[in-house]
C-alpha cells in the first residue's frame, strides 16, 4: 500500500427532497449528511454500519452513480463531483463498481462475452474482434470461469458464478478503484468465502484498491485494511481494522461488535442492546444523532455535533466523551 492518496472526500452530502404539499417547502432527507475520507492507493476501505445508514449511497455517490448534493470528490488528484456525463467518462474508466445483487445487475439479453466486452468497446480499449474476444476469454479465466461459459447467458449460472461475472466487467476497464456494494450478501456463505479470497487475489495481481460496503462486520473484517463505521449519514469512528476491532471507542461501534457471533459456545460476551429504532433521516436528532439510542449520552450530546478526535495514530471517533478528554 502506497501513501499517495488515490480518493479523497470532504463534505460529502447526498440529500433527496420529499414534496410535502403545493405550499409548503420540501423537506430533505440525508441520506449522506457531510462525509470526509481519504483512501490510498492500494488499500481495503471497509464501510459499516446497519440497513438505511448511507453506506451504499455514499459509495454510488463518489463513482457520480448518484449526483451529490454537496461536498467535493477528488479522483487521482482531480475534482470529480461537479464534472458533467460527458466530462466524467474518461475518469470513469479508472472507477467501477461490483454491485450487491448478481441476479439484477447484469443484463438478461446479453451473453457472458457481450457483458465483459461492452466497457471495452466504449472506452476503446480493443480495437479488432480477435482483441475483444482474447481480452474476455482472459478476464473470464481471471475470475475462475471456464471458456466455454463466454456464450452462456446470466440465467444460466448460480449467484456466485454471476458474481464472478461482474469483477470480470469491472475489471475490463483496468480501473483502479472497484466500489464494491455489500458485494457477498446475497451469496451462500461457503460462495461468500470464495469470492472474498479471489477479490483479494485479483486485489494483488491488478493492483487494486476497494471501497468495500457491507453490514456483515466479519466479512469487513476479513478483507479490510481500514474500516468506516457509518450511523445515519455520518462516520462515527475510522481506524485501522485491528485497532477497530481491538479497541472500539464509540458506544455505537461497541454494540456493533458486541453482536458479532464468536466460534467459542462456552466464552462469555457481553451484549449491548441498544433501546430504540434508528431515527428517521427526514428529520434526524441535533446534536449526536446518536444520542437517542446512546447509553453514555450527557448533556451535550443533545446540543453540539461532535468534532473528530483521533485518539491515536490514524484512529479517529466522533464523540463528546473523547473530546471531553482532549
Not at 114 to 140: N, R
Not at 193 to 207: R, T
Not at 215 to 230: C, F, K, P, W, Y
Amino acid at each position: 500500500m502506497s501513501d499517495n492518496i488515490l480518493l479523497k472526500t470532504e463534505g460529502v452530502k447526498v440529500y433527496y427532497p420529499v414534496n410535502n404539499g403545493l405550499f409548503q417547502k420540501p423537506s430533505y432527507v440525508k441520506a449522506v449528511d457531510g462525509v470526509d475520507i481519504e483512501i490510498k492507493e492500494g488499500e481495503v476501505f471497509g464501510i459499516v454500519g446497519e440497513s438505511g445508514c448511507g453506506k451504499s449511497t455514499l459509495g454510488k455517490a463518489i463513482c457520480k452513480l448518484i449526483e451529490p448534493t454537496d461536498g467535493q470528490i477528488y479522483f487521482d488528484g482531480q475534482e470529480i463531483a461537479k464534472l458533467s456525463p460527458k466530462e466524467m467518462r474518461p475518469i470513469r474508466k479508472g472507477m467501477q463498481m461490483v454491485f450487491q445483487d448478481p441476479y439484477a445487475s447484469l443484463n438478461p439479453r446479453m451473453s457472458v462475452h457481450d457483458i465483459i466486452a461492452e466497457p471495452l468497446k466504449i472506452h476503446g480499449l480493443a480495437k479488432t474482434k480477435e482483441e475483444i474476444d482474447e481480452k474476455v476469454i482472459d478476464l473470464v479465466r481471471k475470475v475462475g470461469l471456464d471458456v466455454y461459459h463466454v456464450n452462456r447467458y446470466p440465467h444460466e449460472f448460480s449467484g456466485g458464478q454471476r458474481q464472478r461475472i461482474g469483477i470480470a466487467r469491472a475489471l475490463a476497464v483496468e480501473p483502479k478503484l472497484i466500489i464494491a456494494d455489500e458485494p457477498v450478501s446475497a451469496l451462500d456463505v461457503s460462495i461468500q468465502s470464495q469470492v472474498l479470497n479471489l477479490m483479494n487475489q485479483l486485489k494483488k495481481e491488478f493492483n487494486l484498491t476497494y471501497i468495500f460496503v457491507a453490514h456483515d462486520l466479519s466479512v469487513v473484517e476479513h478483507i479490510s485494511d481500514r474500516v468506516g463505521v457509518m450511523y445515519l449519514g455520518n462516520f462515527v469512528e475510522v481506524a485501522d481494522k485491528k485497532e477497530l476491532y481491538r479497541n472500539p471507542c464509540h458506544p455505537y461501534t461497541q454494540a456493533l461488535l458486541s453482536a458479532v457471533p464468536i466460534p467459542d459456545p462456552t466464552a462469555k460476551k457481553e451484549r449491548i442492546i441498544l433501546e430504540g429504532n434508528i431515527p428517521s433521516a427526514l428529520n434526524p436528532p441535533t446534536g449526536c444523532k446518536f444520542h437517542t439510542r446512546c447509553p453514555k449520552c450527557m448533556g451535550i450530546c443533545k446540543e453540539k455535533v461532535p468534532e473528530r478526535v483521533e485518539i491515536a495514530p490514524g484512529h479517529e471517533v466522533y464523540c463528546h466523551l473523547y473530546s471531553e478528554q482532549k
